[in-house]
């Protein structure tokens, strides 16, 4: 637009109008003139030299450093996932070392338990072995003193029977001793006798 004001401005000459046909001599105010061309294309590669020499390296620089920033990052994911993975298979292992230890632990706690048991059995049968001795033998003492007391009432109950029946006293020890063994033991061949034929 402005080359059509200063076309008008210096030649002072006639637009054409729209019916009119265009003369051979007048310059088209679509194109530019050839100095302006010639101008833009020296700002062009002045801007595009310039924009090669300063602009395209940095660019190509912060490109650079953004791809080995995103593969450093990939790499060192990757590195963490490879040791998590690590980490993950050691937790593993201990905790399989774990459960091993601890079902050890239990099959040894099962077993003392086992002893502990079969020893307190053990000890529990020795003191019932010796509370029923120690009853047995304290029976056959009771028993033995019945049988002494028995024995001693029943001497001097005979020596009364027999002096009641004889009518005088046995003073005389020896044949108050010889009748009681004599009476005792009629008693014990009785006794037998008697008892194998209930």
Do not use: C
């Not at 003139?33 to 660019?59: N, R």
């Not at 005979?158 to 008693?187: C, M, P, V």
Request: glycine share 6%; aromatic share 6%.
């Amino acid at each position: 637009m402005t080359n059509v004001i200063f076309y008008l401005a210096e030649g002072g000459e006639k637009l054409p109008l729209d019916g009119e046909p265009q003369g051979a001599g007048a310059p088209n105010i679509l194109l530019p003139a050839p100095y302006d061309i010639v101008w833009s294309l020296v700002v062009f590669l002045i801007v595009f030299l310039l924009f090669w020499k300063f602009v395209l390296p940095k660019f190509q620089e912060v490109l650079a450093e953004r791809e080995d920033r995103i593969k450093g990052g990939i790499e060192r994911a990757q590195a963490a996932q490879a040791e998590a993975k690590a980490a993950l298979e050691k937790n593993n292992a201990q905790l399989a070392e774990a459960r091993a230890e601890a079902a050890q632990i239990r099959e040894d706690a099962r077993e003392k338990g086992k002893e502990i048991e079969a020893e307190h059995r053990a000890k529990a049968e020795a003191e019932s072995r010796r509370i029923i001795e120690a009853g047995e033998k304290q029976l056959m003492a009771s028993r033995e003193q019945v049988v002494a007391e028995l024995r001693n009432e029943l001497g001097q109950n005979s020596i009364n029977l027999a002096e009641e029946l004889l009518g005088h006293e046995l003073s005389d020890s020896t044949r108050r001793s010889n009748t009681i063994d004599q009476f005792l033991s009629q008693l014990d061949s009785v006794a037998p006798a008697g008892s194998s034929g209930k």
